[in-house]
């Protein structure tokens, strides 16, 4: 079983390397993208055969460590495959060595396997897991896109900055992101409703509690960005600490039930 997860860790790990160095040396030749895209084939098959084996006849067990991998692996499946019709690649430096270590985390943490997720709930899991993984990919831009400002307005321009698409062309992919996850995450809260037997003895008060705020927190990057053409620091800024605390609304929650109260 160790071996089964040593591939796409490996995989996933040395494509994120291929492609930091892509962006940082001079010349690269298409055998290297070639490379990049066979690997992370690899990794992401991988990566999914690991997690469709958890699946059970009553349920899927989906644990605090389990439920990062499930998200590191949408998130760079997403990713390598829009990246071939969106010049997002610049993306797989942050998420691809992310993805190995969420997959080697699961290895030696996989948590207690009598907690299973019963498939009466599966649409909300599913919309929950699609609206991280946008909105993930979203911040991973909004944090490139904080580095490419930074270095053009120090007129530091270098390598890896002639490689990242325009400026208007990173905004543009963001938004896109943020109003494709913000819709996600709002199905997700509305559908969760509909399962929640008891607001109290689930506990899920807190979760509940900071998923909204979250809620809240991307509607006004979005009406702002729409509305009054909101950009820039503002955006991506607001986008990170919403993030953060959508994060810390699920998996904050899963780690204090799962972790601390043991």
């Given amino acids: 079983m160790a071996l089964l997860y040593t591939l796409p860790f490996v995989a996933y790990l040395i494509a994120g390397l291929l492609l930091t160095r892509y ?3 001079e010349r ?6 070639t490379i990049i895209n066979l690997l992370l ?3 992401c098959s991988s990566h999914g055969y690991i997690l469709f084996n958890l ?3 009553n349920g899927v067990f989906f644990g605090l460590t389990i439920s990062i991998s ?4 949408v998130v760079a499946t997403l990713l390598f495959i829009t990246s071939f019709s969106k010049p997002i690649h610049s993306l797989g430096m942050l998420v691809y060595p992310l993805s190995a270590v969420a997959v080697i985390i699961a290895l030696f943490f996989p948590g207690s396997q009598d907690k299973l997720l019963s498939t009466s709930i599966a649409v909300h899991v599913f919309l929950s897991i699609g609206a991280y993984a946008l909105l993930s990919i979203a911040v991973g831009q909004s944090i490139l ?3 490419q400002e930074r270095l053009l307005h120090n007129h530091n321009i270098n390598t890896f900055i002639d490689k990242l698409p325009a400026l208007q062309t990173m905004e543009d992919f963001l938004y896109q992101t943020l109003k494709m996850g913000f819709l996600l995450l709002t199905f997700s809260l509305i559908s969760g409703y509909f399962y929640i037997d008891d607001f109290f003895t689930q506990k899920l008060t807190y979760k509940t509690i900071l998923s909204v705020i979250a809620w809240i927190g991307f509607a006004g990057i979005v009406v702002g960005h729409k509305l009054f053409g909101w950009r820039g620091k503002m955006v991506t800024l607001s ?3 919403a993030f953060g605390i959508l994060l810390l609304s699920y998996f904050g929650t899963k780690f204090f039930l799962e972790v601390l109260s043991i």
């Fill in 28 to 33: 690269v030749t298409n055998q290297h993208r």
């Fill in 41 to 43: 084939l690899i990794a």
């Fill in 23 to 25: 962006f940082v040396l």
């Fill in 239 to 241: 986008t990170q600490i």
């Fill in 55 to 57: 699946w059970q006849h």
């Fill in 70 to 73: 499930f998200v590191a692996w």
């Fill in 145 to 147: 896109l904080s580095i």
